[in-house]
């Protein structure tokens, strides 16, 4: 999961910044190091993924560079876990509050500062989208993700039956499908549901989609179709 992740370690102890450089390297990381938070402020921050702030430095303390930090459009949303010899709760307390993702105190071990960084990279990685999904015909619309039905603008009342047997017709536009296929994919080949129901619940949807129940069409004696081709 580290592929491409840039990280920079800001600590004043520069062997600790070589260390830590050279380790997290190792797992696949693109890291640079800065000694102080002055010299960690000159750099172009938005283009890191995670920062690894010593809380104890010069001047500009690491709670200090965070908070001016989080006050940043390009570098509020940058995950931050501090690093500190002081163990006590109030720091602990302060780092929260300033929007830390979590906070590790020295001396540590370097597969603990893996974990921790592979945990917060995780939680903090932008959620992929779930792709647009739609089918339809002219004004008739499936949101396949959404399981909603939309006609001219409206919203179709439609039951989850009826909702998978248009998408069925519809993905497959001109395609006849028996009685029996559809009971298969769409009830399952539940032994108590009868041919009939098929027929019941193909009435009700073309009633429901009103001008558009025309291009659902019957194929005497081999089953159901939507046809596009249909004319007024």
């Known amino acids: 999961m580290n592929t491409n992740y840039r990280i920079l370690v800001v600590d004043d102890e520069e062997d600790l910044c070589d260390i830590l450089k050279f380790n997290l390297e190792n797992e696949g990381y693109e890291v640079e190091t800065a000694n102080s938070a002055e010299e960690a402020l000159k750099m172009d921050l938005a283009k890191f993924h995670l920062l690894l702030l010593d809380v104890m430095m010069g001047e500009i303390s690491g709670f200090k560079m965070a908070k001016m930090l989080k006050q940043v459009r390009e570098t509020r949303d940058i995950p931050i876990i501090f690093l500190t010899a002081r163990d006590t709760e109030n720091d602990a307390v302060t780092g929260f509050t300033l929007g830390a993702d979590d906070y590790i105190s020295k001396p540590f071990s370097l597969r603990e500062v893996q974990m921790r960084i592979k945990a917060v990279l995780r939680r903090t990685a932008p959620q992929q989208a779930v792709p647009a999904a739609y089918i339809g015909f002219k004004e008739l619309k499936l949101d396949l993700n959404k399981k909603e039905a939309v ?10 039956t009826e909702f998978e047997i248009l998408r069925l017709l519809l993905e497959n536009e001109g395609r006849v499908f028996s009685r029996a296929e559809i009971l298969r994919r769409i009830w399952n080949n539940d032994a108590e549901v009868l041919d009939r129901t098929v027929d019941v619940n193909i009435t009700r949807l073309r009633k429901k989609l009103d ?22």
């Open 211 to 232: 001008g558009y129940g025309k291009f659902v069409v019957t194929r005497l004696g081999y089953g159901y179709c939507f046809d596009t081709s249909v004319k007024d």
């Open 151 to 160: 006609l001219c603008g409206e919203a179709l009342q439609l039951t989850k």
